[in-house]
């Protein structure tokens, strides 16, 4: 389960060790450490990471397919996360030191910045393989926080990018060795974590309004 540690003014947020799927648990967790995280007083920022070799895989799909008839609940519980993450009011970095798929990735884009392994692990949007659509908030949020030819690479063809060439897409913000990705995370959220505040999370709102009308209007 996700555990909450502090470097200085950063708070670094661990997914777990395992593939980090968006388990009902896992998401109620998380949203309680942002409430612990929210109450503390500026400055701050956030960087979410994980231990292992995955950040996360997305959405707990065995859990979606024993419990069918809690779709609309679980789907909207994940696109209120996303919306959580989008407008947080601090600075949040995503450091990912594994693989990073589907509800995950889309997890990742709810970062303000974004920091990868250089050498191992995929950032990729497999829903075109797996035959499960994007839903019109997760497609607004990819399409606005990715360029519109990486989006419909991504979106369409399943790409999986290695962290060098997500850089250079500008997926994500660097591309570093393994034992640099934290470390750069935080470095990066130390820099802006004078920014936390009620105005930061006026302006991420004001930013995407699209997008946060989409995540929170529950159409499928």
Request: aromatic residues 4%; hydrophobic residues 45%; glycine residues 6%.
């Amino acid at each position: 389960m996700p555990t909450l540690d502090r470097h200085e003014d950063v708070y670094v947020l661990d997914l777990g060790d395992t593939e980090n799927r968006l388990h009902p648990d896992l998401i109620a967790a998380v949203n309680g450490l942002l409430d612990e995280i929210e109450k503390a007083p500026s400055p701050a920022a956030l960087v979410t990471t994980a231990t292992g070799k995955h950040y996360s895989l997305g959405l707990d799909l065995d859990w979606l397919v024993s419990h069918a008839d809690q779709q609309g609940a679980y789907i909207s519980s994940v696109q209120e996360l996303l919306a959580r993450l989008l407008t947080l009011p601090m600075v949040t970095v995503a450091a990912m030191p594994g693989h990073v798929f589907a509800g995950g990735a889309m997890v990742s884009l709810a970062h303000d910045l974004r920091v990868m392994r250089a050498d191992r692990g995929f950032w990729c949007l497999p829903e075109a393989d797996i035959n499960l659509p994007f839903t019109p908030g997760m497609s607004a949020l990819i399409q606005a926080r990715l360029t519109p030819q990486t989006a419909h690479e991504a979106m369409v063809t399943a790409r999986r990018y290695g962290g060098q060439e997500a850089a250079e897409r500008h997926i994500v913000d660097q591309a570093v060795p393994a034992e640099s990705v934290l470390p750069t995370a935080i470095a990066l959220a130390q820099s802006q974590a004078g920014k936390a505040g009620p105005t930061l999370g006026t302006i991420k709102t004001r930013l995407y309004p699209d997008v946060l009308h989409n995540l929170r209007s529950n159409l499928l």
